[in-house]
């Protein structure tokens, strides 16, 4: 099987699985894990998010979350990144 035809059944295979979610979306009875009063539905999708959110910090100030950061990766993830919009441009 070619790497095409294999990308072809996963993306087919991935809409079936899709398709019967959405079907069984609307049936009685029928819950999904996680729902519930403390979650919102986006849209009519199967997604969906907390209504309400707990952020715990490490317990040192926001001041110091600089000297955290890797520059010379940031720098080199930025080169990747123009680098990737200049071969999307050319394509």
Do not use: P, T, Y
């Amino acid at each position: 099987m070619s790497e095409g035809q294999a990308k072809e059944e996963a993306q087919a295979a991935a809409q079936e699985e899709n398709a019967a979610m959405a079907g069984r979306e609307g049936e009685a009875g029928v819950e999904r894990e996680g729902e519930g009063e403390h979650v919102a539905k986006l849209g009519a999708s199967q997604w969906g998010m907390w209504r309400g959110v707990g952020l715990r910090a490490a317990g040192f100030s926001v001041e110091g979350v600089g000297r955290l950061a890797a520059q010379e990766a940031a720098a080199a993830a930025e080169r990747v990144m123009a680098a990737e919009g200049e071969a999307e441009a050319r394509w």
